[in-house]
């Protein structure tokens, strides 16, 4: 409504001065404050890298700024712990389960985004209340499941499951396809295109860069997951995670800060490295997240 | 959402969206029906075995007693007496739960707020800030956790020594029961990137021009976020304080590790409950008493009406968002 009363946009030049000292005014505030809270979110991963880099005794002390650097700290973390073992889990993990993800969800978000059927919307709802649903209302069924096809000890029950769809990537990728115009899809049709060759051939490459941001998603999400790995493999050492690893990492193999800190900064390092590579698809993907009622 | 059960029925009459009217021929109509079908049966399956199926079972357990090693006996409302009367912990583990949602939730919202106002104000440089508030939310929670208990430790930490500097004698934090919590909400305020990223491309989409018009009619900066910003982001707020306070519901993975490593002792393997909800049961949540009644006691009937009842309470928000959500069910891409 306010529209209305809309006037072009006077020239900042024709502004009175007191005006214009205040947008410089808070232009400098909007910036100061920006820096300075920039900081605060670098701070914590500077003091965790300068401490990885540390002598042990140097990090039980309150001094903030390396003496000698250590950089073997990060090779003593692969003997303290079998690092290599955690990295291989968490690799088959997110990596499979990602794998498998694109296989059930992809069809499913294409066939929720294209066609129109007669349960479509109420199927959609379902997706976002599987998608939201907190994952310990269904737990208990679904271990025993596990359990008697004794699969419990392992990874495969957080894997396997990503074959019959996940709620969340179905989510993000209807909404990412949908962003994708029809028109190009309508064509191939007119010339004779079946639906098989339209999906693979036409839709689905102008749609890369919304595959790899979900599988990045669900990537991510597989790497960083606490709750399942504990749920299924806390017994058996041999099946864990690098995130089961570090949470036991200080309390099993060592009391020393500085190695402490190098395998925080071990398991935070590859999920950074492919997000730098990634940053703009990931970005939107995350804003795709933020639905609008 | 059982209710959603009809949703696993076959997809009936299938037809192709676009400009061009069905004129298709009653075979490749029903190729079409066929092929939507096929396209949906892997998620169909997987609703029905993951969601539809386990819930139902839930409700069932929830009126057993069950362990792993004898079938479920009926025990009728048994479990859910104990829950309301004699459960030492559950209530503890509720007020902790109360507390995190009442702190966290509106504190990330307005911490993402702010942030979000920040970087998409800034002329140069957007950029860089954006990374740099986006970064800790990327980073694992374990290992966020895990760094948090250490910049937090109190005789060696650098956020107490800072804090010394200034004259401040910094709290014990994750070893203190009323310092924990608050430890752990500062925590999420550091992982506020996600939030941050949703508002900013919210506040992107708010037309310029109400801006303008409103200064134009004498509105200060207050006035122009409380009645040009805030009902432009309206929907997005509303879904931020939705999943914030389902967030807070399943939380887990941070009270853990921070009691794990702030008591110095091992957790899981050894099944031991030494750390659970250290500093004195201060950070016990609901949903880590629910892992710890299932799946270290394994009491799991009585932890299958611990699940029926998050689901309660759970399905009224998912509810109000589903509701929400027809809007962008028709209306495309957020």
């Given amino acids: 409504m306010t529209t209305a009363l809309t006037v072009p946009r006077v020239a900042t030049a024709t502004e009175p001065p007191r005006r214009r000292n205040r947008v410089a005014l808070s232009w400098v505030a909007t910036h100061a404050v920006g820096i300075a809270l920039g900081l605060m979110f670098l701070l914590p991963f500077v003091f965790i890298v300068l401490t990885a880099f540390m002598s042990t005794n140097q990090a039980l002390t309150a001094e903030l700024w390396p003496r000698s650097w250590h950089p073997g700290n990060f090779a003593e973390v692969f003997r303290k712990a079998p690092l290599f073992t955690y990295l291989g889990n968490s690799l088959l993990y997110a990596g499979l389960a990602t794998l498998f993800m694109l296989m059930s969800s992809v069809p499913a978000a294409y066939a929720l985004s294209r066609f129109d059927f007669r349960w479509r919307n ?18 208990v069924p679904i271990y025993l499941m596990w359990a008697k096809l004794g699969l419990t000890g392992t990874l495969w029950p957080l894997i396997l499951p990503n074959l019959l769809g996940d709620a969340f990537s179905i989510f993000l990728l209807r909404q990412f396809l949908l962003t994708i115009p029809e028109d190009y899809a309508d064509a191939a049709r007119i010339d004779g295109c079946g639906e098989w060759a339209v999906m693979t051939r036409i839709v689905l490459p102008m749609a890369k860069p919304a595959l790899a941001a979900t599988a990045m998603f669900l990537f991510f999400v597989s790497w960083n997951d606490y ?28 009391v020393q800060w500085n190695l402490t800190m190098a395998a925080t900064v071990l398991m935070m390092l590859p999920v950074i490295v492919l997000f730098f590579f990634a940053q703009k698809a990931f970005v939107q993907g995350v804003t795709l997240t933020g639905v609008k009622g | ?22 004129r298709a021929t009653r075979s490749t109509g029903e190729q079409q029906r066929r092929f939507v079908l096929l396209l949906l049966t892997p998620a169909l399956l997987g609703m029905l075995v993951f969601f539809v199926y386990p819930l139902v079972a839930t409700v069932f357990f929830s009126f057993t007693r069950f362990d792993l090693v ?13 829950f309301l009367h004699e459960d030492p912990s559950v209530w503890q583990s509720v007020r902790n ?22 970087v998409t104000s800034v002329k140069r440089g957007a950029g860089v ?17 895990v760094a948090f208990v250490f910049l937090f430790n109190p005789a060696t930490g650098p956020v107490n020594q800072v804090l010394s500097w200034v004259g401040i004698d910094g709290p014990l934090w994750f070893n203190d029961p009323s310092w924990a919590k608050p430890g752990l909400a500062v925590l999420g305020l550091w992982t506020v990137g996600d939030v941050m990223i949703i508002f900013a491309a919210a506040l992107l989409d708010v037309p310029r021009d109400q801006y303008e018009a409103a200064s134009l009619d004498g509105a200060n900066a207050w006035q122009r976020f409380r009645y040009v910003t805030v009902p432009n982001i309206a929907p997005v707020l509303f879904f931020a304080v939705i999943t914030g306070v389902i967030a807070m519901l399943k939380y887990f993975t941070e009270a853990v590790v ?60 998912i509810a109000v968002l589903l509701l929400r959500s027809r809007a962008f069910v028709h209306g495309g891409a957020a």
């Fill in chain 2, 1 to 22: 959402m059982s209710g959603h059960g009809a949703a696993v029925a076959p997809p009936v009459g299938a037809t192709r969206r676009g400009p061009f009217p069905r």
């Fill in chain 2, 258 to 317: 921070a009691a794990q490593v702030a008591s110095g002792r091992a957790n899981h393997g050894e099944g031991t409950a030494t750390t659970l909800g250290y500093p004195s049961g201060s950070t016990l949540t609901f949903a880590q008493w629910l892992y710890q009644e299932g799946f270290t006691n394994f009491y799991l009937g009585y932890t299958s009406a611990l699940s029926v009842i998050m689901f309660a309470v759970a399905v009224g928000f």
């Fill in chain 2, 97 to 118: 739960t109360l507390w995190l949602t009442a702190v966290m939730v509106p504190s990330r919202i307005v911490f993402g707020l702010v942030c979000a106002g920040i």
């Fill in chain 2, 70 to 82: 004898s079938a479920p006996q009926w025990i009728g409302l048994r479990n859910y007496r104990y």
């Fill in chain 1, 227 to 254: 709750y399942g790995p504990l749920l299924y493999t806390s017994e058996n050492a041999a099946h864990w995670t690098v995130s089961l690893g570090l949470a036991q990492f200080r309390t099993n193999h060592a």
């Fill in chain 1, 122 to 139: 109420g199927l959609f709802l379902a997706v976002i209340a599987m998608m939201v649903l907190p994952p310990q209302v269904t737990q």
């Fill in chain 2, 129 to 145: 800030l954006r990374t740099l508030f986006y970064l800790p939310a990327l980073a694992p929670p374990v290992a966020a956790t």
